[in-house]
């Protein structure tokens, strides 16, 4: 599952970064193409277009990461880190392997 919202999320970053370089911050863009009124699409509506699909699917990237937050395996409550398993094996040992450590600084002279 997770590494199906993965490819999803890589395929709407994609998306996303094509559909904002096609827009132009001055009022260009894809938008400026077309100078004739009489297109399928004309200038107000491409914007419109562009805007709506920016926000959608800045819209639909927030979904999926939420969506792959909890789709990531999580260890179970029983399953402990190599950390706190060192941590368990010293103290049930007593500490004795442990090396002797210095109980301040040397002397400087």
């Known amino acids: 599952m997770f590494q199906l919202l993965s490819v999803l999320i890589i395929?709407?970053?994609?998306?996303l970064v094509l559909v904002v370089l096609v827009q132009n911050s001055?009022?260009?863009g894809l938008a400026a193409n077309f100078g004739a009124s009489?297109?399928?699409m004309g200038v107000r509506r491409t914007?419109?277009?562009?805007?709506?699909?920016t926000w959608t699917l800045a819209a639909v990237?927030?979904?999926?990461?939420i969506l792959s937050s909890?789709?990531?395996d999580k260890p179970s409550e029983?399953?402990?880190s190599r950390i706190e398993q060192q941590m368990q094996n010293q103290m049930d040992f007593g500490g004795e392997d442990l090396p002797d450590m210095p109980?301040?600084?040397?002397?400087?002279?």
């Open 70 to 72: 909890w789709a990531i």
């Open 78 to 80: 029983d399953t402990k």
């Open 26 to 28: 001055k009022g260009g």
């Open 61 to 65: 990237l927030l979904a999926l990461s």
């Open 103 to 109: 109980a301040g600084l040397p002397d400087q002279e």
């Open 38 to 40: 009489n297109q399928i």
């Open 11 to 15: 395929i709407v970053c994609v998306l």
């Open 47 to 53: 914007a419109d277009f562009l805007e709506k699909s």
